[in-house]
């Protein structure tokens, strides 16, 4: 397992032991119990890393991007997707050119 493999499933567990914990207390549980908020935030963020790579800011972008993956996880986590969910769409999709698979999607 790669350390950004590692990272990720140690943020994703951790996401997940804020759920129903107290909002006074933790952000990410602020997060949980607000999912429309968490999504703004998402969308934040991905503003936030679009801007950092435009501007070719590698300190920025990765630090822009830990946001955008932190944010991605607790809008996840709020909506019962589990990184498992994700990686099963990833898989459906592995072999097939990304034309392809957009034409197929209808986008």
């Given at each position: 397992m790669s350390r950004f493999d590692e990272t990720l499933q140690r943020l994703a567990a951790t996401i997940q032991t804020r759920k129903g914990a107290d909002a006074a207390g933790s952000y990410t549980a602020q997060l949980?119990?607000?999912p429309a908020r968490a999504a703004k935030k998402l969308g934040e963020e991905a503003v936030e890393t679009v801007i950092a790579a435009t501007l070719r800011d590698a300190d920025a972008l990765a630090a822009e991007s830990a946001?955008?993956?932190?944010h991605w996880l607790v809008v996840l986590a709020a909506a019962g997707v589990s990184l498992d969910d994700v990686a099963a769409k990833l898989e459906a999709r592995e072999g097939r050119s990304g034309l392809d698979e957009k034409a197929a999607r209808g986008g």
């Open positions: 949980l119990a607000d946001d955008l993956i932190y």
